[in-house]
């Protein structure tokens, strides 16, 4: 068995008709952020404040506060935001509480709509 060359010491010449080598460097395609969506509760005359305080803190994780604070904002307004998420999360979460409420026979309605602030 032979043992392989060793490389030279000291700096190696590179001359004029060599090319010059570097660091490849591959660049990476930005991932986008994915648009961002408000799931909006409307108003309505007959389902329960409690029922939409309930909703609010089982689906959209709100404290008992910031739900009273949302349910309340939606009462007096017509329409609150109960939060912003992507698109599939906002719609299960409308899926949720809108299945919730008609088992209970509430005719809450929530919608989506794309959030202005990207």
């Known amino acids: 068995m032979s043992t392989p060359p060793r490389p ?3 700096p190696i010449d590179i ?5 010059q080598t570097g660091i ?10 994915p648009a961002m969506y408000k799931v909006l509760m409307l108003n309505d005359d007959y389902t ?5 305080v ?5 689906f959209f ?5 910031e739900a009273t604070r949302i349910m309340l904002h939606v009462h007096q307004k017509g329409v609150g ?3 912003v998420y992507t698109y599939e999360v906002a719609e299960t979460k409308v899926n949720q509480t809108m299945d919730l409420a008609r088992q209970q026979q509430h005719p809450l309605q929530c919608t989506i709509e794309k959030d202005g602030d990207d």
Do not use: I
Request: hydrophobic share 25%; with cysteine; proline share 8%.
């Open 8 to 10: 030279p010491k000291g």
């Open 15 to 19: 001359g004029e008709d060599t090319p």
């Open 24 to 33: 490849a460097v591959k660049t990476r395609a930005k991932t986008k952020k």
């Open 48 to 52: 329960p404040m409690e029922f939409v």
């Open 54 to 58: 309930h909703v609010l803190k089982r």
């Open 61 to 65: 994780g709100k404290s008992n506060q």
């Open 81 to 83: 935001v109960c939060g």
